[in-house]
């Protein structure tokens, strides 16, 4: 794998439920890359309906050069008339993707709780979601699902023969070869 994720870190967290996602991203590279990576972030509210999931936003990164690398990113807050109203207080999903020429080969979930932010309204919600009370908080412990790509290949190195060194010989194609079955001396040991 090219690129391996170091530490996502969150650097609003907990928040407002309105308040964008702030967070530093921490990545390895062993060689430089001839592409961006993309980087999505994603808010699964309800895991049964992907038609439900909202992409809060993206970047592209790079170029990327070999060694430790990291970057800010900030994604927008879910829109909340694209929750179903049961789906709004409890256990989200949050998920950074990481691509590299439209082929996914990272996924990082968190699980983002959401609730109000005081104990009366904790223990007694109001009838009608107050979003402007709400706060979230994400999980320090992620779930990280990696998958294999094709990366950039290394372009062939040119290959030199020393001075003086042995080349191999032609092989003869199959018009260079007679009718005849060769025959075989067979030594009594074995050997041929």
């Known amino acids: 794998m090219a690129v391996t994720i170091r530490n996502v870190e969150f650097m609003n967290n907990p928040a407002r439920f309105s308040d964008v996602y702030r967070f530093r991203v921490t990545f390895e590279c062993i060689a430089p890359l001839e592409d961006d990576l993309e980087w999505r972030l994603i808010f699964v509210s309800c895991p049964g309906d992907e038609a439900l999931d909202q992409e809060l936003d993206d970047c592209l990164v790079g170029p990327v050069p070999q060694g430790i690398n990291s970057f800010e990113f900030e994604g927008s807050a879910p829109d909340p008339s694209r929750i179903p109203e ?40 109001p009838v009608k979601i ?57 030594e009594p040991n074995g050997n041929s």
């Not at 590299?100 to 005081?118: A, I, L, M, P, S």
């Not at 320090?140 to 191999?168: E, M, N």
Request: proline share 6%.
């Open 86 to 125: 049961d789906d709004v207080l409890g256990v989200a999903a949050l998920i950074l993707t990481g691509s590299y020429k439209d082929q996914e080969f990272v996924r990082v979930g968190y699980y983002q709780n959401t609730e109000y932010d005081n104990e009366e309204m904790k223990e007694t919600p």
């Open 130 to 186: 107050m979003f402007n009370r709400l706060v979230r908080d994400i999980s320090a412990k992620p779930r990280v699902t990696r998958f294999h790509i094709k990366w950039d290949v290394s372009p062939p190195q040119p290959t030199q023969v020393a001075l003086g060194a042995a080349t191999s010989a032609s092989v003869p194609s199959a018009d260079d070869i007679s009718n005849e079955v060769d025959k075989m001396e067979v």
